[in-house]
């Protein structure tokens, strides 16, 4: 992994990714920062990361082993990732995902505002009726 990494390469690193859920918790969207990308906690484990691609696994599948400095192994994963076809987030936990994703940007009223517009797409006649309410103004 790059030293000097930017929070939109942040993005695009399964080790960055890996490194900031471990250290932090589930990632959001500050969790891609600049700063964050920078982190000194941040930089020291993702360097310690290896990502290996195993063609045996399905595409929505992951594993994942971690190697303590003392040599024990633990291991976990998933056959289908959260949120995929086979393991599809509710409408609640969309919802709370669409929230977290633009609560920097728009107010928790254009947030609802928009989410029950989306909620009645197909009454919609014209796609255009929806656009004002995703603007960041909302």
């Known amino acids: 992994t790059a030293t000097r990494m930017s929070g939109g390469c942040g993005r695009l690193s399964a080790q960055h990714a890996a490194a900031v859920t471990l250290l932090f918790g589930e990632p959001g969207l500050p969790a891609f920062s600049d700063a964050r990308v920078q982190d000194p906690k941040v930089r020291a484990l993702r360097r310690k990361i290896v990502v290996r691609a195993d063609p045996a696994l399905d595409v929505e599948a992951?594993?994942?082993t971690l190697r303590t400095v003392d040599g024990r192994e633990h291991a976990t994963g998933v056959d289908h990732a959260r949120g995929g076809l086979e393991r599809p987030l509710t409408?609640?936990?969309?919802e709370r995902k669409f929230e977290r994703l633009v609560s920097s940007q728009m107010s928790h009223h254009a947030q609802r505002a928009l989410v029950d517009?989306?909620?009645t797409l197909e009454?919609?006649?014209?796609?255009a009726e929806i656009l004002p309410l995703a603007s960041p103004g909302g």
């Not at 409408?91 to 969309?94: A, I, N, S, V, Y």
């Not at 009454?123 to 796609?127: D, W």
Request: glycine share 0%; charged share 25%; proline share 0%.
């Open 62 to 64: 992951a594993r994942v």
């Open 91 to 94: 409408d609640m936990e969309l």
């Open 117 to 119: 517009r989306i909620w």
């Open 123 to 127: 009454h919609v006649v014209n796609v």
